[in-house]
């Protein structure tokens, strides 16, 4: 070891360390906590309200020291990975016995690597946090860390001998002198010996022979000024081969971050991701042999899959279909599988319908969707009126009389209520203790019952004033529709018309009116009963409610 690099060791210093604890105080009744420090200069700090309040205290005293170290020039490139003065305990499991130490240390294998970086860790019980300065392999190997920042590499400066050596012209044709040779020997350990003998014994000597500054090697160079990256709690090797497997690796890892801080979810970007990343840790799984890398590989194909079929839910597009042209990509309101409960939920209307009018069955349908989970729910007198208008009293009274609904108070206090006092209704046959027709979700509930509303009230619907039978067949087209917004499957060629009839209380005759007062109210871009079917299409404005079939 030369002088230069053991004084450029002994000037190196540890990594610095804060630690923030946060400990129960007192009487645990009291619910008191203690914020704790590991600077000194920081004093204790209790607060009774508990936890919570300790741990934004402790969060904000993190990001305190945070704000100070940047302040300060941020982690330093000449220092020691504090991990590994820990003895690498961070992320190495304690042993069954033997005590920590110098044996352990002996018997462990160094792992530190990679640029000096600033990390932040927190517990996930809440109780410890602890800002380090680490390396980069300790800090990709310590759960539950993060990466801050990344230390300067420290500067190497040459020996002032070796400068003036450098700078002298070749011209002069003056040997070295003794400071020069003693200057040189003091880097280059291994040739001052021979540089001393052919100094003496070759008066004549020039300095072409004398070798200049080192000059850094360009492989090396070229290893310090690669670019280093993260990605899935993993380091980038920077050796890694191929150059262009490092390169994508490191890319991904800065798109992932990217897509992160986005405002608004863009699933097919997303998907893209994930396809990269499998297709990449295959093939570092591949070099590396690890196969760790393979089942990270594995993973993410699954969560591109997954990525592409929820997309395709949004969108009523299948998934691994492209888009035609310039068509825009419609949002849809219901996922395939909500749509599949939808038509559930309108085949259980028709068959358990006290009534078989228009209107009740109208009324049963939407009550039902807000009562379908536990047989009970709210309604105001304007949800009733936007429904029925004109006949939501006769309609209630109906449902009463069957004992299909069930309501607190009367029929008139029911048409009172408003969305801040609205009154609660119940359905016994929707009851928990009943057996149960649906098996969705309230997520699920919610998005069907929105959607109904939705159609139910839609502007054009209420401005041509259509009655609960045109409403009816509106809610059967929507939900008995292709992602394109054609009705009926593919191979059927529209909808049975004596199935449409049937759910909206019609004649099949009568439904070829209806359909056109759709097409008048600019639901259905066209519609026609030829051939015992309902043929059609939803309107471009009525595309997110359809039922993708």
């Given amino acids: 070891m030369t002088l230069e690099a053991g004084t450029q060791q002994e000037e190196r210093v540890a990594g610095r360390v804060w630690t923030v604890r946060l400990d129960p105080y007192g009487r645990p009744s009291a619910g008191t906590v203690r914020l704790s420090c590991s600077r000194p200069a920081c004093a204790d700090q209790r607060f009774p309200g508990g936890a919570a309040a300790g741990r934004k205290a402790a969060v904000e005293h993190v990001n305190l020291h945070l704000a100070r170290i940047r302040a300060g020039g941020g982690p330093r490139g000449e220092a020691w990975c504090a991990c590994r003065a820990a003895d690498c305990a961070w992320h190495t499991p304690d042993p069954v016995a033997g005590p920590r130490g110098g044996a352990r240390s002996a018997a462990?294998?160094?792992?530190?690597?990679?640029?000096?970086?600033?990390?932040?860790?927190?517990?996930?019980?809440?109780?410890?946090?602890?800002?380090?300065?680490?390396?980069?392999?300790?800090?990709?190997?310590?759960?539950?860390?993060?990466?801050?920042?990344?230390?300067?590499?420290?500067?190497?400066?040459?020996?002032?001998?070796?400068?003036?050596?450098?700078?002298?012209?070749?011209?002069?044709?003056e040997p070295a002198s003794g400071t020069d040779r003693g200057g040189m020997a003091a880097v280059f350990s291994d040739h001052g010996p021979f540089l001393a003998d052919a100094a003496s014994s070759s008066p004549t000597a020039t300095p072409a022979l004398l070798p200049h500054a080192r000059a850094a090697s360009p492989v090396k160079t070229s290893r310090r000024t690669k670019r280093w990256g993260k990605i899935a709690q993993r380091i980038v090797p920077h050796d890694l081969e191929p150059d262009v497997l490092r390169l994508e690796l490191i890319e991904l890892g800065d798109a992932f971050r990217a897509y992160q801080q986005r405002t608004e979810p863009d699933l097919a970007l997303l998907a893209e991701l994930h396809e990269r990343k499998a297709r990449a840790f295959g093939l570092w799984a591949d070099v590396s042999g690890d196969g760790s890398l393979r089942q990270e590989a594995q993973r993410a194909e699954k969560a591109a899959q997954t990525t592409r079929e929820m997309h395709a839910n949004r969108t009523g597009q299948p998934a691994g279909d492209t888009a035609v042209g310039d068509q825009p990509t419609v949002e849809r309101l219901l996922t395939r599988q909500q749509a599949v409960?939808?038509?559930?939920?309108l085949n259980?209307?028709?068959?358990?319908?006290?009534?078989?009018?228009?209107?009740?069955?109208?009324?049963?349908?939407?009550?039902?969707?807000?009562?379908?989970?536990?047989?009970?729910?709210?309604i105001t007198g304007q949800d009733l009126t936007g429904w029925l208008a004109n006949d939501v009293e006769r309609v209630l009274q109906q449902l009463v009389a069957a004992d299909w609904l069930r309501l607190p108070g009367t029929i008139a206090e029911v048409m009172a209520s408003c969305p801040e006092e609205p009154t609660a209704f119940t359905i016994p046959t929707l009851l928990p203790e009943q057996p149960r027709p649906f098996a969705f979700g309230k997520t699920t509930?919610?998005?069907?019952?929105?959607?109904?509303?939705?159609?139910?009230?839609?502007?054009?619907?209420?401005?041509?004033?259509?009655?609960?039978?045109?409403?009816?067949?509106?809610?059967?087209?929507?939900?008995?529709?292709?992602?394109?917004?054609?009705?009926?499957?593919?191979?059927?060629?529209?909808?049975?018309?004596?199935?449409?009839?049937?759910?909206?209380?019609?004649?099949?005759?009568?439904?070829?009116?209806?359909?056109?007062?759709?097409?008048?109210?600019?639901?259905?871009?066209?519609?026609?009963?030829?051939?015992?079917?309902?043929?059609?299409?939803?309107t471009e404005r009525i595309l997110p409610l359809c039922g993708l079939l």
């Avoid at 462990?108 to 390396?135: F, H, K, N, Q």
């Avoid at 259980?348 to 047989?375: N, Q, W």
């Fill in 108 to 173: 462990v294998p160094v792992r530190c690597g990679g640029p000096l970086v600033l990390t932040v860790y927190a517990d996930r019980a809440g109780r410890l946090w602890r800002i380090a300065e680490m390396c980069a392999r300790c800090a990709a190997a310590t759960p539950d860390c993060r990466v801050l920042d990344t230390a300067p590499p420290p500067a190497r400066t040459a020996p002032a001998g070796t400068a003036q050596a450098a700078e002298r012209p070749a011209a002069e044709g």
């Fill in 348 to 378: 259980y209307v028709a068959a358990h319908s006290p009534h078989p009018e228009a209107e009740v069955r109208l009324a049963v349908l939407m009550l039902t969707l807000r009562a379908a989970r536990a047989g009970t729910g709210n």
């Fill in 341 to 345: 409960h939808t038509r559930t939920v």
């Fill in 445 to 538: 509930r919610s998005r069907i019952s929105a959607w109904a509303q939705k159609a139910v009230g839609d502007r054009k619907i209420r401005k041509k004033k259509l009655g609960a039978a045109t409403r009816l067949l509106a809610l059967y087209t929507a939900a008995h529709t292709r992602p394109d917004g054609r009705l009926g499957h593919a191979e059927d060629g529209g909808l049975h018309l004596n199935q449409a009839a049937a759910f909206c209380a019609l004649s099949p005759d009568q439904v070829a009116e209806h359909a056109g007062l759709l097409v008048t109210a600019d639901w259905l871009a066209e519609a026609d009963t030829a051939g015992g079917r309902l043929h059609g299409q939803l």
